[in-house]
C-alpha cells in the first residue's frame, strides 16, 4: 500500500485545483472582461461621471467590485479605461500593482493623436496594460491618415489590443480594421449597443455581425444586454429569454473562442443589479457543454486580454 503524505496530498490537491481553474467545490473562477473603476475623491477629481449622477459619481474601486461578484464565483476583472485622460492609464495600473482581482487594463490614448506614441512607450512594457479602448467614430474620423496606421502597426508590434465601442459603426469599423491588419486583435464592446426589446433582434445589427464571422482576429464581449433595454430605471428584465436572440447570434457567429462575459459595472447598475446581469448570461451557458462555459467565463479572457 502506498503510504501518502498528507502535507503533499494537500499540496497536491491545491495544485490540481489551481491548474483546473476552479474554486472549493469544483466551480469556476470566471472573469469579467468589461468593468470600470475610478474615485472622484482624487484629488485630481474625474472626467466622468457627471457629478449630478448621484448613483455612478462616487468611488468605485476593487474591493466594491469583489462584494458584487465574488457570489458569482467571479475572481477577477479586465478593467476598462473610464477616462481621457493620459495620467489615468497609469493611475489604473497602479490600482492593479495592489490588487490581484484586476487581471489587466485596457487603457485609453488617441490613436491618430499626438499623445499616442510617447505614452504607449512607457504603457507597453507594464504586463497588465494589455489593450487601449476607442469609440469607433473617434477612429473612423482619423485612421486613414498615416499616423493612425503607424498607431495600429505599433499595436500590433507590442501585442496590445484595441477594443471598439459604439453602435452599427463599431461593428462596421471592426470589420474593416480586422480585414485590413489581420494581425490586431479587436474586441467588440457591448454586442454593437443594440436596443434589446425581446423580440427578434433588428436586421441591419444581424447583417452587421454576420460580416464579423470569418474574422478570426475579432471578437466580442456579450456585455451591456440590460442596458440594451433602455430601462435606466433600474427595471431591466431579469428573464434570458428576453435577450436569448442577441445572445443567441453573437454566439453562433462568432463561435466558442471569441466570446466573453462583460458586466460593464458600475454602468450597469442604472438598468439592473450585478446579479442579474451575471445571471443572464449564466442560464444561456447552462444549455452549453463545461468546455464552452470555461472558454466564455474565463479562458477566452486569458486569451484576449493577457501578453503572450
Request: hydrophobic share 40%; with cysteine; aromatic share 8%.
Amino acid at each position: 500500500m502506498i503510504q501518502v503524505n498528507r502535507r503533499h496530498f494537500l499540496a497536491t490537491l491545491a495544485a490540481t485545483a489551481a491548474s483546473s481553474n476552479c474554486l472549493p467545490g469544483n466551480e469556476l473562477q470566471k472573469i469579467d472582461v468589461h468593468t470600470h473603476f475610478y474615485d472622484p475623491t482624487r484629488s485630481e477629481g474625474v472626467d466622468w461621471p457627471n457629478p449630478k449622477d448621484q448613483l455612478l459619481y462616487k468611488p468605485y474601486l476593487p474591493a466594491d467590485f469583489t462584494k458584487v461578484a465574488a457570489p458569482h464565483q467571479v475572481a477577477q476583472t479586465v478593467v476598462v479605461e473610464a477616462s481621457p485622460r493620459i495620467d489615468d492609464n497609469f493611475w489604473l495600473l497602479k490600482l492593479a500593482e495592489k490588487n490581484s482581482n484586476i487581471l489587466s487594463i485596457v487603457g485609453r490614448l488617441p490613436v491618430g493623436g499626438e499623445q499616442f506614441t510617447a505614452p504607449l512607450q512607457k504603457l507597453k512594457n507594464q504586463p497588465k496594460f494589455v489593450g487601449i479602448r476607442q469609440n469607433a467614430g473617434e477612429i473612423k474620423r482619423v485612421w486613414e491618415t498615416r499616423l493612425a496606421k503607424q498607431h495600429l502597426l505599433l499595436l500590433i508590434d507590442h501585442q496590445i489590443s484595441l477594443d471598439l465601442n459604439g453602435g452599427l459603426d463599431c461593428l462596421h469599423m471592426a470589420k474593416e480594421l480586422g480585414t485590413i491588419f489581420p494581425k490586431l486583435r479587436i474586441i467588440v464592446n457591448h454586442v454593437g449597443n443594440v436596443r434589446i426589446d425581446g423580440k427578434s433582434p433588428p436586421a441591419d445589427w444581424v447583417k452587421a455581425i454576420d460580416g464579423l464571422t470569418d474574422l478570426p482576429n475579432v471578437a466580442c464581449k456579450i456585455s451591456a444586454l440590460v442596458e440594451g433595454s433602455g430601462k435606466s430605471d433600474g427595471t431591466a428584465p431579469t428573464e434570458m429569454k428576453y435577450y436569448h436572440g442577441v445572445i443567441s447570434h453573437v454566439v453562433d457567429r462568432f463561435g466558442e473562442n471569441r466570446i466573453m462575459f462583460g458586466s460593464n459595472w458600475p454602468v450597469c447598475l442604472r438598468f439592473a443589479s450585478y446579479k442579474t446581469v451575471h445571471n443572464i448570461v449564466d442560464q444561456f451557458m447552462q444549455g452549453q457543454c463545461e468546455r464552452c462555459q470555461a472558454l466564455f467565463f474565463r479562458e477566452n479572457a486569458l486569451k484576449w486580454y493577457q501578453k503572450p
